[in-house]
């Protein structure tokens, strides 16, 4: 089954594309919302599609087959998207979209440790030839650091306690699947928190997949990148700019991406379209679970 594309309704009204535009998806995935963009802009518009992960580029180049030589299809963190963008002739682009949550596919099939509900090598990493892992974290990283790191990225409550147990058990023998960090939080954690309708390794895992992907730098270096690659609105004042759209999923990201609009705002660099943060509606969170968290925001360059 095709992964379903969040909030795309508001993404093609935020982005209010026309035909023949030139367009970025920074996080391609398996193509949802780039083959709705290449829709939008059909005859003649042009989509560059960005990431890291191999599955992901195949699932999209099969689900972009109809769209033929319009999409350009390349591996990279969109971090680098400025750069990428320039080798294959994208500038001045009229939309961005980047959708920061990870694909399900990569949590339940990738077999690199993002889910807590399989036993898997302790990876976590987007990239299948990463050498900084999950597992090198929580071996390698100190008592304090761990603590930090759990505190700061997974915004997990017993994050002392944890790091205490990763710790003493490493100690022993080195922590090197999911099924052994599991088995730690959830003799650290109370018996409470074990019973929660979130599952407690939750946010220990959200941690570490952030703190070994660099996701929250790539985020604010990612953002940069699309306000430099967007067409701003013309001189005479008709028309608009290019946009970006930005879906996040934990308030980590949404704050990012909140703060960067309002500082180009303020720096008269672009308009913000989203006053508040757009969420999905009650049909497609009955649809597409996946959608609950999700937020919105979208911004128009000016200069």
């Not at 879906?247 to 303020?266: C, G, N, P, T, Y």
Request: hydrophobic share 40%.
């Amino acid at each position: 089954m095709a992964h379903l594309p969040v909030l795309l309704a508001e993404v093609l009204d935020g982005l209010s594309l026309d035909p023949g535009d030139d367009v970025i998806d920074g996080t391609l995935g398996d193509g949802g919302h780039a083959a709705a963009l290449l829709e939008a802009t059909a005859p003649n518009g042009r989509l560059l599609g960005i990431d890291l992960d191999p599955d992901a580029r195949r699932a999209a180049a099969e689900r972009l087959k109809p769209f033929e030589k319009r999409a350009v299809i390349v591996a990279g963190n969109y971090a680098d998207m400025a750069q990428l963008a320039a080798a294959h002739g994208f500038t001045g682009v009229a939309g961005i979209v980047l959708d920061i949550g990870i694909r399900s596919e990569q949590l339940e099939e990738s077999g690199r440790g993002f889910s807590f509900k399989r036993d898997e090598p302790l990876r976590m990493t987007f990239s299948p030839d990463a050498e900084t892992t999950a597992a090198t974290l929580v071996n390698g990283m100190s008592e304090v650091d761990l603590t930090r790191l759990l505190r700061e990225y997974g915004e997990e409550r017993h994050a002392l306690a944890i790091a205490k147990a990763i710790v003493k058990r490493r100690r022993k023998k080195q922590i090197l699947t999911t099924a052994q960090l599991v088995e730690i939080i959830a003799d650290a954690v109370p018996g409470g928190y074990r019973k929660a309708k979130l599952h407690y390794a939750t946010r220990t895992f959200q941690a570490l997949r952030i703190a070994v992907n660099g996701e929250l730098e790539n985020l604010e270096r990612g953002l940069t990148a699309a306000l430099t690659l967007l067409a701003p609105t013309p001189r005479h004042g008709s028309g608009q700019g290019g946009r970006l759209a930005v879906i996040s999923f934990h308030s980590l990201e949404d704050r990012i991406v909140k703060r960067a609009f309002q500082r180009w705002a303020q720096e008269g660099r672009a308009t913000i379209l989203t006053k508040k943060p757009l969420t999905a509606t009650q049909q497609e969170t009955k649809t597409n679970p996946r959608s609950r968290s999700a937020k919105l925001r979208v911004a128009e360059k000016i200069t």
